[in-house]
């Protein structure tokens, strides 16, 4: 099987599959979390998503995928100049990975082999420019997620430890998942991602016997299944291409901005940063949905995802953060 | 039964050699003759693995005595890199993190299969429940007598593919959803194993049987509820003529309620409780105040031999001093100038961490604790506290009386500041057990953000009557801490319940189940045999 699943052949979990949709249409949104129990087609959205993405260009080598000849960092020793065009990165960060395999560090090789000191880059530098898939986030080690928090910011990632002085671009998405059975986040890692969704496995029947049925065609049927949904995702690849470009014409009306405001006001939530998360989330979705001016219905879709993680929790609350968010929107727009 | 759970693993592994796409098997049984039995029906060229395996084992790396001695690069393949069966003793030690890579592994579905052999003694001593989710089958193989053990499976013929239909597929899926099962791997696995089970019997069409056999092997152990026969909706009836064509056949479709039956026999009898025991104290790490020997970070220890591995720091000065004696006879020996190393000669790192503990104290200064027994509440306190400053655990400091709890001393090793500030706790007014459980629970939270492992301990007397929201309303306050005693066990905070009443409180001992911490009724106690008391349940 060298193809994953498809994006559009997942059935149901509309929010999830929205929320990977707008971070691919503005990066800078900042990454999704996805929550939920096992078995709920979590890594499968992920897999898939990376098939969905559009190619990138890129220097042919380039350890951390430079659009531009200039900008390959001198210790990649590059020598050839010629783009070409690769699948957006998608980097699997593994659970029990070192420091050094998410930084970088000496090439402990070539160090051996030559007595030369070099730079060995690490997943950050692969992940530059695409996305970095973590799955059970919550289980990450605390200094590797320190260690992300701090790049996730800055979008550069620097490195200073055994004689060696090197930073490079390291800008990517974060998607995360994980089972909230299994732990808690920290709120600081919360917050870096942009948007959150929590999914559940269908309850009803019917759509339970669909997922089942599009799987065992996937497995057993993969030539006729792959070409009915690779169109599919041919057709979702388009939109979001379209869509990227109709980000930069999208009007934002003051009078979104100022609900966007209110909401964020309304529920407590800590910082700007929701604010404007909520405001790109809300921009990409009208493109998404080809409208040219961003209106108070585009922030109600995805106001849910985009602040249902930054609320204070209350242990008590068992109906979820998620309900609050749904509850003040209704209080306060209406 | 016992032959039964054989039987179902010897099936399991010939299924599981049928069709890899299964993921894999967990048996659950003991090391003995038994087991071994059953091993020798598994594949003979399977992978071994261990549960403290490293990376570089698993995905490969650089083969360090090849590249010494040579002066060349060389990479040796991981245990991973070729397709094929694995085999896992000891399952129920695997790591998270190792867990996590072999489901990784069986994902990427590249023709790995996992028999992982759980050799867990405790009821929560198990196989990583996401590393079991994604294997097809489970067997219990702890009561079967090697005089049972002996059932051989009949060798078929050249093995077929078999086709399903909807309709069973439909009939999968719900069965699943009636027993309780969320994951949606679980019909896909029963589908699988339904399908390997006809191509065995050299059938292309599943039947009936098939079915059957792929819902007990695959959906028995997974079951979160009982379903009862009553509730279960009555299969819709087939529309007319879909009967007139089945009437003809002998295949008669198996209704979902024998099927459900095949599967309720297969359930074992404490199945709630072994449920809760499971969720209760699932995905927690070790943590329990415990010395951790590591080669991150902590106090430092003698540097010692041994393979670099992941995560591991090499001493570069001890291992110069152990190679530096033998350079003279190494060079001679090669003809290479230079420093030479052998792998015998690098050092690692390592060093010891210790988790602290926090002691929260959550102390009653009610009224009616006022009257009894705070004064010697009071006391076990300060013995508790000359232990705590012994082994040096940090301590907390939770009063509530009147409609609030107040946090008097934040997490503190002070031992004086501990003193000062319980003696001058004054008593009196309701208790507002719900907010001292609140606040104390706050504080755990942070604690453990901290990577400090916090441990709550309940001195009250039980007599909750003010609510969380401040109201003297009793049964409120009563359901309120209920309440939160449940979202302190969902976060797997250790909690011990000290009832410092004159008699015994049924409702204490109902929240210190409902903790699933000790509980400790002290009548007329005095301070020194309480402070033994949480000691010994401290594990001390």
Same mark, same amino acid.
């Given at each position: ?40 087609? *979590?890594?499968?959205? #992920?897999? /898939?998503? &990376?098939? @969905? ?9 380039? $350890? =951390?995928?430079?659009? *531009?000849?200039?900008? #390959?960092? /001198?210790? &990649?020793? @590059? ?9 957006? $990165? =998608? ?244 | ?540």
């Amino acid at each position: 099987m060298t193809h994953p699943f498809p994006f559009s052949a997942i059935v149901g979990q509309d929010e999830m599959k929205q929320a990977m949709i707008l971070t691919a249409i503005d990066a800078s949104i900042g990454g999704v979390l996805v929550f939920g129990d096992r078995g709920t087609g *979590k890594s499968t959205a #992920v897999r /898939a998503l &990376a098939a @969905l993405l559009p190619p990138i260009k890129a220097i042919k080598g380039c $350890p =951390v995928n430079s659009t *531009k000849a200039a900008e #390959v960092p /001198a210790w &990649a020793g @590059l020598t050839t100049k010629r783009a070409h065009q690769m699948p957006t $990165p =998608v980097v699997d960060l593994p659970l029990g990975a070192t420091e050094d395999r998410v930084t970088g560090a000496l090439d402990i090789e070539k160090a051996l082999t030559k007595g030369e000191k070099a730079f060995q880059p690490g997943l950050l530098a692969k992940a530059n420019r695409g996305y970095l898939y973590i799955d059970e986030v919550n289980l990450l080690e605390d200094h590797i997620v320190d260690l992300l928090l701090d790049v996730a910011q800055s979008g550069e990632n620097v490195v200073e430890r055994e004689g060696l002085s090197i930073r490079h671009p390291a800008r990517f998405v974060l998607v995360g998942s994980g089972n909230p059975e299994e732990g808690e986040l920290r709120p600081q890692l919360l917050d870096r991602f942009g948007l959150s969704v929590e999914v559940t496995s269908p309850k009803d029947v019917d759509t339970r016997v669909d997922v089942i049925k599009r799987r065992d065609a996937f497995e057993n049927d993969n030539a006729a299944f792959m070409l009915r949904w690779q169109a599919e995702d041919a057709a979702i690849r388009e939109r979001i291409l379209t869509a990227r470009k109709a980000l930069g014409k999208l009007k934002t009306p003051d009078k979104a901005l100022h609900d966007v405001a209110t909401l964020c006001l309304a529920l407590g939530s800590d910082g700007l940063r929701g604010e404007l998360t909520l405001l790109k989330a809300a921009r990409a979705y009208a493109a998404w949905r080809d409208d040219t001016a961003l209106t108070r219905a585009h922030v109600r879709a995805v106001a849910p995802m985009a602040l249902r993680h930054r609320l204070r929790r209350d242990p008590l609350d068992e109906a979820g953060s998620g309900t609050r968010v749904t509850r003040t929107l209704e209080e306060v727009l209406g | 039964m016992a032959s039964e759970s054989w039987t179902h693993a010897a099936l399991a592994l010939r299924l599981l050699a049928q069709d890899p796409g299964l993921g894999g098997i967990c048996v659950r049984a003991r090391s003995g003759p038994v087991r071994d039995r059953l091993m020798a029906l598994a594949p003979a060229q399977a992978v071994r693995l261990h549960p403290a395996i490293t990376d570089e084992a698993l995905y490969g790396g650089l083969d360090l005595s090849a590249t010494l001695a040579t002066g060349l690069l060389v990479r040796d393949k991981g245990l991973l890199a070729t397709p094929g069966p694995l085999l896992l003793h000891m399952a129920e030690r695997a790591a998270p993190t190792l867990a996590a890579r072999l489901a990784l592994t069986l994902d990427q579905a590249r023709g790995h299969t996992l028999i992982a052999l759980d050799e867990g003694a405790a009821p929560d001593e198990a196989l990583e429940a996401k590393l079991a989710e994604r294997l097809a089958f489970h067997v219990d193989l702890s009561d079967c007598s090697l005089r049972d053990a002996h059932v051989r499976l009949p060798q078929h013929a050249q093995p077929t593919t078999a086709s399903i239909t909807p309709d069973q597929i439909t009939q999968i899926t719900r069965i699943a959803h009636d027993l309780g099962i969320d994951s949606l791997r679980a019909p896909q696995f029963t589908i699988r194993a339904a399908r390997a089970h006809a191509g065995l019997q050299g059938r292309t069409e599943v039947t009936a049987e098939d079915l059957e056999v792929a819902c007990a092997l695959t959906l028995a152990h997974r079951a979160t509820r009982v379903p009862d026969p009553e509730t279960i909706e009555e299969p819709p009836a087939p529309p007319p003529d879909q009967t007139n064509q089945n009437t003809g056949e002998d295949r008669l479709d198996l209704p979902d309620e024998l099927l459900l039956e095949a599967v309720r026999a297969l359930l074992p009898d404490n199945l709630l409780d072994r449920l809760t025991a499971q969720k209760a104290r699932s995905g927690r790490g070790s943590g329990t105040g415990a010395a951790r020997k590591g080669n991150r970070r902590g106090r430092p220890l003698p540097s010692r031999a041994g393979r670099i591995s992941d995560g591991a720091r090499i001493d570069i000065i001890g291992t110069l001093r152990a190679a530096a004696p033998w350079q003279t006879i190494r060079r001679q020996a090669t003809g290479r100038e230079g420093l030479q190393i052998r792998p015998s000669d690098i050092r690692l790192k390592r060093f010891e961490e210790k988790s602290d503990r926090l002691l929260i104290f959550t102390v009653d200064a009610s009224g009616s604790a006022a009257l009894t027994r705070l004064a010697e509440a009071k006391g076990a306190v300060e013995l508790l506290l000359a232990q705590a400053y012994a082994r040096r655990d940090h301590v907390a400091l939770v009063a509530f009386r009147g409609t609030e709890a107040e946090l008097l001393l934040p997490p503190t090793r002070s031992l004086v500041q501990t003193k000062r500030r319980l003696a001058g706790l004054p008593g009196g007014g309701g208790t507002p057990l719900a907010a001292g459980m609140m606040a104390a629970f706050e504080q755990a939270q942070q604690a453990g953000r901290r990577g400090l492992t916090p441990t709550i301990a309940i001195l009250t007397d039980g007599r909750a009557n003010i609510a969380l929201d401040g109201s003297a309303d009793r049964k409120q306050a009563a359901t309120d801490a209920q309440q939160i005693a449940r979202a302190l066990r969902a976060a797997g905070t250790d909690a011990i319940v000290i009832d410092t009443g004159n008699r015994p409180e049924p409702a204490l001992r109902n929240l210190a189940q409902t903790l699933d911490a000790a509980y400790l009724p002290l009548p007329r106690a005095d301070a020194a045999r309480l402070s033994t008391s949480v000691a010994t349940v401290l594990g001390d």
